[in-house]
């Protein structure tokens, strides 16, 4: 009997997804549980196991096509692959074109007796999450153009069409809206040396994301540097014993998480969001780490990290980083955080502006630790400071909150006792 393959369910408000890559063909022995399909969300990258043993049958979809929740993705046959391989190859191309050209006729004919035209030449409806869109926006399916499988109007193809001034029609006639100008075509002599390439739907997410951030919200960046001697000097001091007792290393995130936490509960405003005409306060912190991947940024969350001790901390952000660069993020590592702390000292940056992570009000920027020459009690002295940059939506922190938000960071990591006494 054949096991049919489907999209499993992907989580929360997640309905679609694109055919990553198969990593198995048509003919393949296949294991129970054995990795058969990549799939692309707008999330995170998941892989499908095999249900069962046996013969990879059917590939229904190729790569690069979006599928919806519970889609038909392939089926599985009895047998180990090699039946199905030594079967002789004249009788397989005999047999196959003459069942392809049963079953077209007989579709064929069943569309014919129902009045409807060839499959081919039918129209997909929209995806769930572009139906939906649609209705908000007031949209007809008819005004959007498709580029799902037989012209299926995916989420992607609605936002498109609204950025290029599509709308719904009104009920007096309107001007027409100005030509969205097209990207002027390359150099006769660059063109054979240019690469295009369709961005994944993590990618496309990402940049979709950042600009409504910059969008909706009223951003603003404010700056101070921090000396990170004595937190050196504790992680010096006590890094073989942690990691000993702990089975982790001691790092820096694990204190600026905590010092992100203990600021938050003072300045509440930076753990708050805008629902409406209503501000959201969050009684609880669920801290965002960004983490770089080679297919994007992802950004999986630290659960209840204020009640975590800085131990805790650390084996979760471990945790999460080493699932989200093998692409074993969950929906769920990525979904509820409240504030998000970004890393961009690991690759050198000095100084930068985050893009706050929608709907939260502030995102922490830590950069590299390099040593400066500091005025201290009067005389000059070579410290290892690092910038830190609060990004806020100045529609609900006020400059106050932001500055005093940051010092509160700043006091904590330059005297680290006080994340232990809870000062």
Same mark, same amino acid.
């Given at each position: 009997?054949?096991?049919?393959?489907? !999209? *499993?369910? @992907? =989580?929360?408000? !997640?309905?679609?997804?694109?055919? #990553?890559?198969?990593?198995?063909?048509? =003919?393949?022995?296949?294991?129970?549980?054995? *990795? @058969?399909? /990549?799939? /692309?969300?707008?999330?995170?990258?998941? /892989? &499908? *196991? $095999?249900? $069962?043993? =046996?013969?990879l049958v059917e590939l229904t979809v190729k790569e690069g096509e979006t599928v919806g929740v519970g889609a038909l993705l392939g089926t599985i046959g009895a047998g180990d692959g090699a039946a199905t391989a030594a079967k002789p190859a004249a009788v397989a191309q005999a047999s196959a074109p003459e069942a392809a050209s049963t079953v077209k006729e007989a579709v064929a004919q069943t569309a014919k007796i129902a =009045?409807?035209?060839?499959?081919?030449?039918?129209?997909? *409806?929209?995806?769930? $999450?572009? $139906?939906?869109? @649609?209705? /908000?926006?007031? @949209?007809?399916?008819?005004? &959007?153009?498709?580029? #799902?499988?037989? #012209?299926?109007?995916?989420?992607?193809?609605?936002l498109e069409a609204i950025a290029k001034g599509v709308s719904a029609p009104a009920a007096a006639p309107a001007a027409p809206a100005a030509p969205v100008a097209a990207r002027a075509p390359s150099a006769t002599a660059d063109a054979p040396r240019e690469e295009r390439v369709r961005m994944t739907k993590l990618r496309q997410t990402i940049a979709r994301r950042l600009k409504e951030a910059q969008s909706a919200a009223a951003m603003l960046t404010t700056f101070n540097e921090v000396d990170m001697s004595a937190v050196m000097a504790l992680r010096t001091k006590y890094k073989d014993i942690f990691e000993k007792k702990h089975g982790v290393k001691l790092g820096f995130m694990g204190f600026f998480t905590k010092a992100v936490t203990h600021a938050l509960k003072e300045i509440p405003a930076v753990n708050a969001e805008i629902d409406g005409t209503d501000i959201i306060y969050k009684n609880f912190a669920h801290i965002g780490v960004a983490v770089g991947t080679d297919k994007g940024l992802v950004v999986p969350v630290v659960r209840d990290a204020d009640q975590m001790s800085i131990a805790e901390i650390e084996k979760e952000i471990g945790r999460l980083g080493f699932a989200a660069r093998d692409g074993k993020l969950s929906v769920a590592d990525m979904q509820g955080g409240t504030f998000t702390i970004s890393n961009g000292g690991v690759y050198g940056s000095l100084m930068s502006t985050p893009i706050l992570n929608a709907p939260q009000s502030g995102i922490l920027g830590m950069h590299k630790i390099q040593e400066r020459p500091m005025v201290v009690g009067g005389q000059i002295v070579i410290r290892p400071m690092m910038y830190l940059a609060l990004s806020y939506d100045h529609r609900i922190v006020d400059g106050k909150e932001a500055v005093t938000f940051l010092v509160r960071v700043k006091d904590s990591l330059e005297d680290p006792e006080r994340l232990v006494l809870d000062l």
């Open positions: 009997m054949a096991t049919e393959i489907r !999209v *499993p369910t @992907l =989580g929360e408000s !997640v309905s679609e997804a694109t055919i #990553g890559k198969w990593f198995k063909k048509a =003919g393949d022995a296949i294991a129970v549980d054995e *990795p @058969l399909v /990549e799939l /692309e969300t707008d999330k995170v990258t998941i /892989e &499908v *196991p $095999a249900p $069962a043993a =046996g013969v =009045g409807e035209p060839p499959i081919e030449e039918r129209k997909m *409806p929209p995806a769930p $999450a572009a $139906a939906k869109l @649609l209705a /908000e926006t007031n @949209l007809s399916v008819d005004q &959007v153009a498709g580029s #799902g499988k037989r #012209g299926q109007v995916l989420k992607g193809d609605v």
